[in-house]
C-alpha cells in the first residue's frame, strides 16, 4: 500500500515540476496591476508552490514549498498529500512580508501569518517559531488570491488555508472558525491544483 502511495505521489510530483516555468513575457498569471512598487519586474518565475499535507489520525495540516519536507512526510506514512494550496515567492519580493510559521508543541499543531502581533500572540499561547514558509502579499494586488485561513477550536487547534471558498465554507460546517484571510497569493497555472 505504502509503495503505492509513493508511486502516485512520486506521480504528482513529477507533474508538478513538469509544468513549464514562464520565460519571457509569459507570465503565470495576468498581473493587470503590476508595477515596479507593487510587483517587481513581474517576473513570476521564482514562484513555488505551497504543499499541503494533513496527518488525519492527529487532525493537523501543515504546509511547506519544500518538496523533500513533502516526501518524508509521506514516506513515514503519518501525512497525506493534499495538494497544492497555491503560488509563494521563497524570496522577499515587493508588496510581500514573511509567511511565518510556529508550532505547538503540546498540540502538534501549526500556525502560519504575516503579522507580528499574531505572531506574539501565538508565541505567548504556547507556540514556537518553527520557519519562514515563504513571502506573500498583504493585499491584493498583482492579480493574487485570498488565502483564507479557518481555525479549529479544540485540543489539536488545527489550522486550514485554502484559497477556495468551497473548501473554507465546508471546513466552517465541520466546526471550524472563519479567521479571514491571512494574505494573498498567486493561483497555479491551470491544472496545476492537485486537491
Keep these: 500500500m505504502k509503495a503505492a502511495l509513493w508511486t502516485v505521489f ?10 513549464p516555468h514562464p520565460r519571457g513575457s509569459t507570465v503565470v498569471n495576468v498581473r493587470s496591476q503590476a508595477s515596479p512598487e507593487t510587483c517587481g519586474n513581474g ?19 501543515f504546509y511547506t514549498i519544500i518538496d523533500s519536507n513533502v516526501t518524508v512526510a509521506l514516506q513515514e506514512g503519518q501525512y497525506a498529500f493534499n495538494g497544492v494550496v497555491g503560488l509563494i515567492f521563497p524570496i522577499l519580493e515587493p508588496s510581500t512580508l514573511p509567511f511565518l510559521c510556529l508550532s505547538n508543541p503540546k498540540t502538534s499543531s501549526y500556525f502560519y501569518t504575516t503579522s507580528e502581533t ?10 514556537t517559531d518553527y520557519t519562514t514558509m515563504g513571502y506573500i502579499y498583504t493585499t491584493q494586488v498583482c492579480g493574487s488570491v485570498p488565502l483564507y485561513r479557518v481555525h479549529f477550536i479544540g485540543a489539536n487547534a488545527d489550522y486550514i488555508y485554502t484559497t477556495s471558498i468551497v473548501d473554507r465554507d465546508n471546513a466552517i460546517v465541520q466546526g471550524f472558525t472563519d479567521e479571514g484571510i491571512a494574505g494573498y497569493v498567486m493561483e497555479p497555472a491551470s491544472g496545476m491544483i492537485i486537491n
Design 10 to 19: 512520486a506521480a504528482i510530483i513529477s507533474f508538478v515540476h513538469g509544468v
Design 118 to 127: 499574531e505572531r506574539a500572540n501565538a508565541l505567548a499561547a504556547g507556540y
Design 43 to 61: 517576473n513570476t518565475t521564482d514562484l513555488v508552490a505551497l504543499y499541503e499535507t494533513y496527518d488525519a489520525a492527529n487532525t493537523i495540516h
